[in-house]
């Protein structure tokens, strides 16, 4: 509207000045100049109100999306809000399944200090170098005499330095032994045979900490799968026609000998253990040979 009025009183000033001028081709296309002015005039007055109503309704959306991206910050901060809560109740959840955890591996390595089994090393001071194994004591195999009709069945392994209690009571009793190799025939090899003959055998009790069973396999110089095996060795007894009777024992493939026991004393005996075909299924068996044996732990 301004520009109409300014327009108008400029032109209205020209009309003056043309009329005392008499120029009526120049009013008339002044005339004509006037109103292509008004009409771009128009033109450009709607083009305005139209940009107006853009900038109206761009303000609109501005203003919606502002609300829309403030409620959006307010959902977000809630959600990251209850996500930091949860965050931190499971921090705590998992810190306390954390001591329960401990307090559990705790318990079983107790457990595991606790249990274990144990076996003996016939014919040897020292245990296997397998794992967790460890020397309880080692001493010299005792038993009851060869000739004896009585007594116990089994070989034992003595401690070297023993406690007395009440002793020198008198009356009848049943004797301990030591323990000796007899007719090995170079079963231990050529050059060992006559130093094993009548010497004392020796043995070690050993602990495995972590294994809970043993066996003695006899015939065999490997162990079932998932078994460790301790040592290997060959069957012994005592002799079938003695009157003393004695378990089957697995004594090292390599054993010792105790220090100074070369003195032939008997006591209790060891000899190699053979096979003998008939009610023993031969195949696989083979009559006359020594039979080995395995210690194994699981």
Same mark, same amino acid.
């Given at each position: 509207?301004?520009?109409?009025?300014?327009?108008?009183? #400029?032109?209205? /000033? #020209?009309?003056? /000045?043309?009329?005392?001028? &008499?120029?009526?081709?120049?009013?008339?296309?002044?005339?004509?100049?006037?109103?292509?002015?008004? @009409?771009?005039?128009?033109?450009?007055?709607?083009?305005?109100?139209?940009?107006?109503?853009?900038?109206? &309704?761009?303000?609109?959306?501005?203003?919606?999306?502002?609300?829309?991206?403030?409620? %959006?910050?307010?959902?977000?901060?809630? *959600? %990251?809000?209850?996500?930091?809560?949860?965050? &931190?109740?499971?921090?705590?959840?998992?810190?306390?399944?954390?001591?329960?955890?401990?307090?559990?591996?705790?318990?079983?390595?107790?457990?595991?200090?606790?249990?274990?089994?144990?076996? $003996? @090393?016939?014919?040897?001071?020292?245990?296997?170098?397998?794992?967790?194994?460890?020397?309880?004591?080692?001493?010299?195999?005792?038993?009851?005499?060869?000739?004896? *009709?009585?007594?116990?069945?089994?070989? $034992? !392994?003595? @401690?070297?330095?023993?406690?007395?209690?009440?002793?020198?009571?008198?009356?009848?009793?049943?004797?301990?032994?030591?323990?000796?190799?007899?007719?090995?025939?170079?079963?231990?090899?050529?050059?060992?045979?006559?130093?094993?003959?009548?010497?004392?055998?020796?043995?070690?009790? !050993? @602990?495995?900490?972590? +294994?809970?069973? *043993?066996?003695?396999?006899?015939? +065999? +110089?490997? !162990?079932?799968?998932?078994?460790?095996?301790?040592?290997?060795?060959? %069957?012994?007894?005592?002799?079938?026609?003695?009157?003393?009777?004695?378990?089957?024992?697995?004594?090292?493939?390599?054993?010792? $000998?105790?220090?100074?026991?070369?003195?032939?004393?008997?006591?209790?005996?060891?000899? +190699?253990? #053979?096979? *003998? !075909?008939?009610?023993?299924?031969?195949?696989?068996?083979?009559?006359?040979?020594?039979?080995?044996?395995? $210690?194994?732990?699981?």
């Amino acid at each position: 509207m301004f520009c109409k009025v300014v327009c108008f009183s #400029i032109f209205g /000033s #020209i009309f003056l /000045s043309l009329a005392h001028s &008499q120029d009526e081709d120049a009013i008339t296309k002044l005339q004509n100049a006037v109103l292509v002015l008004q @009409h771009r005039v128009s033109v450009t007055e709607a083009q305005l109100e139209k940009t107006q109503t853009r900038l109206t &309704q761009a303000d609109v959306k501005l203003q919606q999306a502002e609300m829309n991206a403030a409620t %959006l910050k307010t959902q977000l901060t809630s *959600q %990251l809000n209850t996500a930091v809560k949860r965050l &931190q109740e499971t921090g705590v959840a998992l810190s306390k399944e954390g001591a329960r955890i401990a307090m559990a591996e705790k318990e079983i390595q107790r457990l595991k200090d606790n249990s274990g089994t144990t076996f $003996v @090393h016939w014919g040897r001071t020292s245990c296997p170098g397998t794992p967790s194994t460890t020397l309880v004591y080692s001493g010299a195999v005792g038993g009851t005499g060869y000739d004896t *009709q009585g007594g116990a069945a089994n070989y $034992v !392994c003595l @401690h070297p330095n023993p406690q007395w209690n009440k002793y020198g009571q008198g009356g009848t009793s049943s004797g301990m032994y030591g323990t000796e190799y007899q007719d090995l025939d170079n079963l231990f090899g050529t050059k060992n045979a006559a130093k094993f003959l009548d010497n004392d055998v020796v043995c070690a009790v !050993c @602990h495995v900490a972590s +294994r809970s069973s *043993q066996i003695m396999i006899p015939a +065999r +110089r490997q !162990c079932q799968s998932g078994w460790t095996k301790e040592y290997e060795g060959y %069957l012994m007894t005592s002799y079938e026609s003695h009157a003393g009777k004695k378990l089957f024992t697995c004594v090292d493939e390599n054993p010792e $000998v105790a220090r100074g026991s070369f003195a032939n004393k008997n006591g209790a005996l060891m000899y +190699r253990v #053979i096979a *003998q !075909c008939g009610s023993l299924q031969c195949p696989n068996y083979v009559q006359g040979r020594e039979l080995t044996c395995v $210690v194994c732990t699981k």
